[in-house]
């Protein structure tokens, strides 16, 4: 929950800050908005607790339907985190010789823009959102052993997007949800990582991506 009023806060400032840049603003109107966040590559969408299993290299395109109203397909490959190379850690007390990482996710969001003196997309918006993430760990000693995830996420979101008159966009969000995650173990992946069991429940997303609308 402070994660949740952290985010609502910041995008209360953000309500407060955009008009103020849109003040000289007059017939800019985009119909798109292609987006990204380089700081996902770090970690995400699967952890081990605090430790990054993976990094997310990521593509959004929002795209307007219908006066404030828009959706968002987002298309992402899931490698490598760049912030932990799991060649540096152990588990089960067998240091890990070397893995490879690969996957993808694949999300939409449609977003019912809040703003009644404009048919753009941008300002507050409410979202229903949803999200669906695959990758495979292998063992690159022996390639039988693979650890497979699969994270689907469903969720109700809150956000506000702010469109500069130069094009620069910045999207933020956050919610309620749910989601679920398996796990697939093939040969003695369960000794290379003590991942737990497959999980479900309630969960808070998160999102902040930086982009160029037109």
Known sequence: ??????????????AVVSPQI????????PKLVLK????SALGGPFWLIVVPLTGEYKVLLEAKTLPRQSVTFGASYIGPSLL?????????????????????????????????????IEGFYLAPHGSFATASITS???PA?????????????????MITSGGFALDI???LGI???????QGDSGSIFDIGGDRSGATVPFSISFGYAF
């Open 1 to 14: 929950m402070k994660k949740l009023f952290s985010l609502l806060i910041i995008i209360t400032a953000l």
């Open 22 to 29: 849109h003040a000289q603003e007059s017939s800019f109107s």
């Open 36 to 39: 990204t966040n380089p700081l």
């Open 84 to 120: 932990l190379n799991l060649d540096d850690i152990s588990a089960s007390g067998t240091e890990i010789s070397g893995v490879n990482t690969a996957g993808y996710k694949v999300q939409a969001m449609y977003k019912f823009y809040l703003n009644r003196d404009s048919d753009d």
């Open 140 to 142: 690159k000693d022996n």
């Open 145 to 161: 052993d693979i650890l497979t995830g699969s994270k689907l996420n469903v969720n109700a979101c809150i956000g506000y997007q």
């Open 173 to 175: 969000y956050t919610g």
């Open 179 to 185: 989601r679920t995650l398996a796990w697939d173990l």
